[in-house]
């Protein structure tokens, strides 16, 4: 895959698809590039897209802020706090599919023949 169709996922990731974009496509590729992506890392993909709603949201609350007039209000901050939750969202996902992070476990034998919960019982 290259950093065309990898940039075109990201977008879809963040719903970034309207004329002109949020994020133009050398800031999405760089995002990449941090993550160390490669090709086909589906989990790189996804932070990628996560660091792009987080740079979104910090910009939704710098520029945006809480307004109140007569007839129209923006919240800034709870847009943002949506934001980072998708952006977290998208972490964990990342997180599992991560050959280096996602589900490994080690089973260790206790030294003497017990099992750990008993070993560290207090009476």
């Known amino acids: 895959m290259d ?3 990898a940039i075109r996922q990201v977008r879809v990731l963040i719903a970034d698809t309207t004329t002109p974009p949020l994020l133009d496509d050398q800031t999405l590729q760089t995002y990449l590039e941090l993550q160390g992506w490669e090709d086909g890392a589906r989990w790189a993909l996804r932070r990628a897209a996560a660091d792009a709603l987080e740079a979104i949201a910090v910009s939704e609350v710098l520029v945006s ?5 007569q007839d129209l209000s923006t919240d800034g901050p709870a847009v943002a706090e ?8 998208l972490r964990a996902q990342a997180d599992e599919e991560d050959p280096e ?6 089973i260790i034998d206790a030294p003497s023949g017990r099992s750990e919960l008993e070993s560290w019982r207090v009476f």
């Open 82 to 89: 949506a934001l980072h939750k998708l952006a977290a969202g």
């Open 101 to 106: 992070l996602g589900g490994v476990f080690e």
């Open 65 to 69: 802020k809480k307004i109140r007039t």
């Open 3 to 5: 950093y065309e169709t």
